[in-house]
T-cell receptor
Framework: GIQVEQSPPDLILQEGANSTLRCNFS?????LQWFHQNPWGQLINLFY???GTKQNGRLSATTVATERYSLLYISSSQTTDSGVYFCAVLKTSGSRLTFGEGTQLTVNP | DTEVTQTPKHLVMGMTNKKSLKCEQH?????MYWYKQKAKKPPELMFV???????INESVPSRFSPECPNSSLLNLHLHALQPEDSALYLCASSQFGWRGGGSETQYFGPGTRLLVL
């Protein structure tokens, strides 16, 4: 099956700092999603981004499908950004999302 | 409205109990999913329903029994669970699922935290 690797596994920031989270995948995909899981367990959709660049407020994401990686940028981080960030991909002609192990982000005030 | 709802939020059950988890969406989606998530791990797919028919069962033990009564509802019936089944159970939906090639967003509900004693 497809392999999904996220880095770093853990990240601690001071409020206001910027960060970049990375997702590498081992095969071609036609679906890539970034999620934020808050401390209550809710998986919140951040981006559907199998290729290209998108921005939503302080968050942006870029997927370079030909090089099999995606980046999630968080600018001016806030304590509410804390939680686990997951990348999930669907291999081309596959039938199930495969999740990475996640990046645990802690933003301190 | 991109909302998937799940009830109950929390559930404690004994190993001899029978209980059910419920999931509902009103986005007109035709694919619905059950995932299981253990602490500090990513969600793991359990079942996929496509157009109200079970299309994927990831070798889940028979003590978990899914049901899709209609296109908006998804149930997960639980019977004779083990303590290791304690986890967060997440429901998700998407517009077409694999029939649409999979190039679509999956939306997740808030989950049910299950504790088996």
């Amino acid at each position: 099956g497809i392999q999904v690797e996220q880095s770093p596994p853990d990240l601690i920031l001071q409020e206001g700092a910027n960060s970049t989270l990375r997702c590498n995948f081992s095969d071609s995909v036609n679906n890539l999603q970034w999620f934020h899981q808050n401390p209550w367990g809710q998986l919140i959709n951040l981006f559907y981004i199998p290729s290209g660049t998108k921005q939503n407020g302080r968050l942006s994401a870029t997927t370079v499908a030909t090089e099999r990686y995606s980046l999630l940028y968080i600018s001016s981080s806030q304590t509410t950004d804390s939680g686990v960030y997951f990348c999930a991909v669907l291999k081309t002609s596959g039938s199930r999302l495969t999740f990475g192990e996640g990046t645990q982000l802690t933003v301190n005030p | 409205d991109t909302e998937v709802t799940q009830t109950p939020k929390h559930l404690v059950m004994g190993m001899t109990n029978k209980k059910s988890l419920k999931c509902e969406q009103h986005m007109g989606h035709r694919a619905m999913y059950w995932y299981k998530q253990k602490a500090k791990k990513p969600p793991e797919l359990m079942f996929v329903y496509s157009y109200e028919k079970l299309s994927i069962n990831e070798s889940v033990p028979s003590r978990f029994s899914p049901e899709c009564p209609n296109s908006s509802l998804l149930n997960l019936h639980l019977h004779a669970l083990q303590p290791e089944d304690s986890a967060l159970y997440l429901c998700a939906s998407s517009q077409f699922g694999w029939r649409g090639g999979g190039s679509e967003t999956q939306y997740f509900g808030p989950g049910t935290r299950l504790l088996v004693l």
